[in-house]
Nanobody
């Protein structure tokens, strides 16, 4: 069983910063890509940022230049540094891991965290 646990959400004023963290646990040998999605009320879940095990990244256009994704492979952790936050960034942010391999050789595809709320006030 693989679990993803997010932390770091909260309430911040526009222009402020937050740093989200997500730790994957469960006898993990390796994780391919990890990333962050978000879902605002009444909207579909969208990809915010993704990072491969080799460090290649991609971002949705609306956060480029403001958000930075990074990961610590040794700690099975992915981060999202969010700067210059805007009210439209308000959403529940979900951690995602696309392929997890455990030491027993089991693969898990498409694992999600429970989500963390980010609220940006104007």
């Amino acid at each position: 069983q693989v679990q993803l646990v997010e932390s770091g959400g909260g309430l911040v004023q526009a222009g402020g910063s937050l740093r989200l963290s997500c730790v994957a646990s469960g006898s993990i040998f390796s994780i391919n890509a990890m990333g962050w999605y978000r879902q605002a009320p009444g909207k579909q879940r969208e990809l915010v940022a993704m990072i491969t095990s080799g460090g290649n990244t991609n971002y949705v256009d609306s956060v480029k230049g403001r958000f930075t994704i990074s990961r610590d492979n040794a700690k099975n952790t992915v981060y999202l540094q969010m700067n210059s936050l805007k009210p439209e960034d308000t959403a529940v942010y979900y951690c995602y891991a696309d392929r997890v391999r455990t030491y027993s050789g089991t693969f898990y595809f498409g694992s999600w965290g429970q989500g963390t709320q980010v609220t940006v006030s104007s």
